[in-house]
């Protein structure tokens, strides 16, 4: 699975958006983008993927680039709630071989 | 659904003892993972199970780490012996083995051997 880049840590204002990078340059055709996110304490929680087109639901919105070597995960509105390590994770698509590897992510704080 | 469930929450013991750490996937999932999560080593695959059978078991520290899942309905992780350096959160998770696969986690089991 191609390896993702992510800033260590991130500032945000309370009620702004939090656009977080993402850099997979070594993608490959068949291989889905997902985004994680863990609250101090808990475990992962999934957030969104995709594979070329931008996506979106009630949680957040992805955008890929063209060439699909970098994304960025937005949380239009961000909250207090939403201090959190969010993971980039590049994986192939397809049953069997299922290895969700998480990286360092970026922790993300937002301030009131 | 309750979710994936862990259990115990909290667990602490001495160096030496044995652990058994328990998971209850999601119904109807098919796939169950154990994850280890310490702030060196951040969150670690240990072993992943597909239909109760063990797939990938790489990242099992050492011997002295075990994993079986009797039935789709539980799973356990045993560390025989104990040491302090197995401190850390361990997570279970679960998932349905489709093309576009979401993992859901429970808890955790925060494990601190003395």
């Known amino acids: 699975d191609a390896k993702t880049t992510q800033p260590p840590s991130m500032d945000c204002a309370e009620g702004r958006a939090a656009n977080l990078p993402c850099n997979h340059s070594?993608?490959?055709?068949?291989?889905?983008v997902y985004w994680y996110r863990q609250i101090h304490s808990q475990g992962p929680q999934y957030i969104i993927h995709?594979?070329?087109n931008n996506e979106t639901n009630e949680m957040a919105s992805l955008i890929i680039t063209e060439d699909r070597k970098s994304s960025t995960l937005i949380l239009p509105h961000a909250t207090l709630r939403d201090t959190a390590v969010y993971y980039c994770?590049?994986?192939?698509?397809?049953?069997?071989?299922?290895?969700?590897?998480f990286g360092a992510g970026t922790r993300l704080f937002v301030k009131a | 659904d309750a979710g994936v469930i862990q259990s115990p929450r909290h667990e602490v013991t001495e160096m030496g003892q044995e652990v058994t750490l328990r998971c209850k996937p999601i119904?109807?999932?098919?796939?169950l993972f154990w994850y280890r999560q310490t702030m060196m080593r951040g969150l670690e695959l240990l072993i992943y199970?597909?239909?109760?059978?063990?797939?990938?078991d790489s990242g099992m520290p050492e011997d002295r780490f075990s994993a079986k899942m009797p039935n789709a309905s539980f799973s356990t992780l045993k560390i025989q012996p104990s040491e302090p350096r197995d401190s850390a959160v361990y997570f279970c998770?679960?998932?349905?083995?489709?093309?576009?696969?979401?993992?859901?986690f429970g808890s955790g089991t925060q494990l601190s051997v003395l």
């Open positions: 994770i590049v994986r192939v698509g397809g049953t069997g071989g299922f290895k969700t590897i």
């Open positions: 995709g594979l070329k």
């Open positions: 998770a679960s998932s349905i083995g489709t093309k576009v696969e979401k993992l859901f």
């Open positions: 119904s109807g999932h098919d796939y």
């Open positions: 070594t993608i490959s055709g068949n291989e889905y």
């Open positions: 199970f597909n239909n109760n059978v063990p797939i990938d």
